[in-house]
């Protein structure tokens, strides 16, 4: 029984497989180009919040680093080294923490909006994560992504974007929040799925 416990547990566990990371890291991309507000959080770090401190900046350099190894790596086929899987996990996890943060303040004085479902997934998300950290087994999935997956998923992401970006004007926490949790449940559940039903992906689609 306990056997079996432990492999229910493992394969519930959320993973972070590449994809999810390049999602993420793509919609950070996106806001990041048509919100100068993003745009002038972002630069805060840089600057220290104009105290030039070494913390801040640091944050700010751990984040670009694994937004940029999160949209390299989907397009290539090599393992990760502990060292990028670390960058990666805290640059999510800091991007997934303020965007909750700023998403629930938004959201609180109508704490009835299905937004929040967002917010609340989002939260669960670092949680998870920053505990499968601390107790060192946080891992990122080498697994290749295969080019339909990546077409795929880039495209719902797109369409994501443009509906809650675009038409209903969300603010960019809100927005970000949303492709968040696309980019984790969604992986989340079909990772799942394949494994518990051992599916391969034909050769001529990797």
């Known amino acids: 029984m306990r056997e079996f416990w432990d492999t229910f547990s493992q394969q519930m566990k959320p993973r972070f497989h590449e994809i999810s990371m390049y999602l993420i890291a793509l919609s950070f991309c996106?806001?990041?180009?048509?919100h100068p507000e993003l745009r002038r959080g972002f630069y805060m770090f840089f600057s220290g919040f104009e105290s030039m401190s070494p913390f801040f900046i640091t944050l700010g350099l751990i984040v670009t680093g694994g937004l940029l190894l999160s949209l390299i790596h989907v397009f290539i086929k090599?393992?990760?080294?502990?060292?990028?899987?670390a960058i990666m996990g805290w640059a999510v996890l800091g991007i997934s923490g303020v965007t909750s943060f700023l998403a629930g303040v938004e959201m609180l004085p109508s704490r009835?909006?299905?937004?929040?479902?967002f917010v609340v997934w989002n939260i669960l998300m670092s949680i998870s994560l920053l505990l499968q950290m601390g107790m060192q087994r946080y891992d990122?999935?080498?697994?290749?992504?295969?080019?339909?997956?990546?077409?795929?998923?880039t495209v719902i992401?797109?369409?994501?974007?443009?509906?809650?970006?675009?038409y209903l004007h969300l603010s960019w926490p809100l927005t970000l929040s949303i492709c968040i949790f696309y980019s984790t449940f969604i992986v989340f559940t079909t990772t799942?799925?394949?494994?518990?039903?051992?599916?391969?992906?034909?050769d001529i689609l990797k």
Do not use: G
């Open 157 to 166: 992401l797109v369409i994501i974007l443009l509906f809650a970006d675009l």
């Open 78 to 85: 090599r393992k990760k080294s502990a060292l990028e899987k």
């Open 192 to 202: 799942w799925i394949v494994s518990y039903f051992d599916l391969q992906i034909p």
């Open 140 to 153: 990122i999935s080498d697994d290749d992504a295969s080019f339909v997956e990546v077409f795929v998923t």
């Open 30 to 34: 996106w806001l990041f180009v048509f």
């Open 112 to 117: 009835s909006s299905m937004m929040m479902i």
